[in-house]
């Protein structure tokens, strides 16, 4: 006996790829089409594709199945203007991906192959994550780093939506011959519930910071890698700056990591604390910036050691607590606060237990009021994949696509990922690092190799050139050594400016280069206005 399914618009409809279908019966042949996949041919001899149907599976079930429909529907699909022209769909906002939109929007192309762009992101904003760091400073205002996706896009034929990517549905794996093969690539199931049918595909999703390694990391400690992270910081010292105010005990900070982002966070704090405030930073490396050059690490130590930051080296954190303890006000008498308990402050310790890696050091405990994590990421692309089939996309061990040297993922001659998506290696097999300047290199290589594809050209092998390395250690303190000059390192102001202006020569768009350039400048002349009139002050006051 055949089995009668209703199937509501409500569970069906993310599963279509988009095709208006009537009728009231539809025949359901189960395929060898991909795992857990279903064909759906309509009566009137409509195809329509499902991508799950663990929900009609049963006892005895095989052969053919009736469904009904109770209505015409018709599927959330994303209507793209021209449907000769090659659709391109970048999930990720980054560096990598907002740059490789902006690449394949400068690049000549024939009328009738420039491709549609849409670029998906979960954030409405542009993050320039190196220059975080100056929002603590207060160097910088968030506008001046983090601007709009609408108005970077605003002259660009490039459609932004702003959604969160749920799964991948790509196709180009199941027997296309090549990547000017005709045909969609997949397609993209966004957390709205738009379908997006692609041509060709970019991932760069990036990574999310990992905090479910050690208990209590993730209730406790702040991490320092997105707008809302350095937001929640600031208003964090803020908070902690105003309840110390008018006490004697220092805010205690504690900095979890000794790379380049733990670093630059241990200085720009303590040099905002000053002496109100103590910084350690704990690492399970016997070394700070243990992939850096000599001259940046002899800088950061210099300044380190000259704002009394403390270094706790080849200690992991074995767990962090919060431990509560009663802080009695002083202006109360001994005599009321035995009868109003309830008046007394609570304040907050935030416990770190330490292991040291080598067996002959003892454990330490930290107390702290301010825990930042800078240890670990993890990329977001293993979350894209339906539970109920196996991956289509080759990922490595830390959940990174597979691709080859023109930034193809392997297998998938229609997907490209760049960035922390990718996993890239060097000429000596070493995978490359995840930062901005790989994935601003990528960006560039992987809007040409698109080009090239389209366009049926040869694509481009994709070469990492070092240009050196950049930090900051403070508002007037940065540290640079440029790839081009063996030995030399910038540093204090002069490194300060180096890296402003390298930086202002990166940010995405000529017309916002030019807002926050003229920016920057007004506040340097107030700011040299501001110290001309206190030095004049000083001198007429010691006359």
Not at 219 to 230: G, I, V, W
Not at 264 to 270: D, F, H, Y
Not at 442 to 452: H, K, S, T, V, Y
């Amino acid at each position: 006996m055949a089995h009668i399914v209703a199937l509501s618009v409500a569970t069906t409809w993310p599963f279509f790829t988009g095709r208006r279908f009537q009728g009231s019966k539809l025949i359901l042949n189960r395929r060898k089409f991909s795992p857990n996949s279903w064909r759906f041919s309509g009566t009137g001899g409509t195809e329509l594709r499902s991508c799950s149907a663990g929900a009609l599976e049963g006892d005895g079930f095989e052969g053919t199945t009736e469904v009904s429909i109770e209505e015409e529907t018709q599927p959330p699909t994303y209507t793209w203007p021209d449907n000769k022209r090659p659709r391109v769909c970048i999930l990720g906002g980054g560096f990598g991906g907002l740059y490789t939109a902006l690449r394949l929007e400068s690049l000549a192309w024939p009328d009738d192959k420039k491709p549609q762009v849409v670029l998906v992101d979960q954030s409405e904003r542009f993050v320039f994550k190196p220059m975080l760091y100056e929002l603590l400073s207060g160097e910088v205002d968030a506008w001046e780093i983090a601007p709009r996706f609408s108005d970077l896009l605003a002259n660009t034929s490039v459609q932004f939506f702003r959604d969160k990517v749920n799964y991948l549905y790509p196709s180009d794996h199941l027997g296309m011959k090549g990547p000017s093969s005709s045909g969609s690539g997949g397609l993209v199931h966004l957390a709205s519930g738009l379908l997006i049918e692609y041509d060709w595909l970019v991932l760069a999703l990036g990574a999310e910071p990992k905090l479910d390694l050690v208990p209590g990391a993730m209730e406790y400690a702040l991490p320092f890698s997105t707008l809302e992270d350095a937001l929640k910081v600031n208003d964090q010292l803020k908070a902690l700056e105003r309840q110390n105010f008018s006490k004697n005990f220092p805010i205690r900070v504690v900095v979890v990591g000794c790379g380049y982002s733990g670093i630059e966070l241990a200085a720009v704090v303590s040099e905002r604390l000053q002496d109100k405030g103590n910084v350690e930073a704990v690492n399970v490396g016997k070394t700070i910036l243990p992939d850096a050059s000599a001259g940046n690490r002899d800088a950061a130590l210099k300044v380190l050691s000259s704002r009394n930051v403390k270094l706790s080296l080849g200690y992991f954190v074995r767990c962090i607590r919060k431990d509560e303890k009663p802080e009695f006000s002083t202006e109360l008498g001994n005599l009321e606060v035995s009868r109003d308990i309830e008046t007394a402050q609570i304040h907050t310790n935030l416990i770190l237990e330490l292991q040291p890696v080598e067996r002959r050091s003892q454990s330490r405990i930290l107390e702290a009021d301010l825990v930042l994590w800078t240890v670990g990421s993890k990329p977001l692309l293993p979350q894209l994949e339906p539970f109920d089939r196996p991956y289509d996309l080759p990922l490595n061990g830390r959940g990174q696509a597979e691709t080859d040297e023109t930034l193809r993922v392997r297998g998938h001659p229609r997907i490209f990922a760049i960035g922390d998506s990718s996993a890239l290696r060097d000429k000596s097999g070493k995978l490359l690092p995840a930062t901005a300047q790989v994935a601003f290199q990528q960006a560039d290589f992987a809007g040409w190799n698109l080009w090239a594809a389209i366009n049926d050209r040869p694509l481009l092998p994709f070469r990492f050139q070092n240009l050196g390395e950049m930090m900051t250690l403070g508002k007037y303190d940065a540290a640079i050594s440029p790839s081009f000059v063996e030995g030399l390192t910038l540093e204090g102001p002069i490194g300060h400016t180096a890296r402003k202006l390298a930086y202002l020569a990166r940010l995405p768009t000529d017309e916002h280069r030019i807002k926050v350039g003229f920016s920057w400048l007004t506040k340097s002349v107030v700011e040299s206005v501001a110290s001309l009139q206190n030095n004049l002050v000083k001198v007429l006051s010691g006359s």
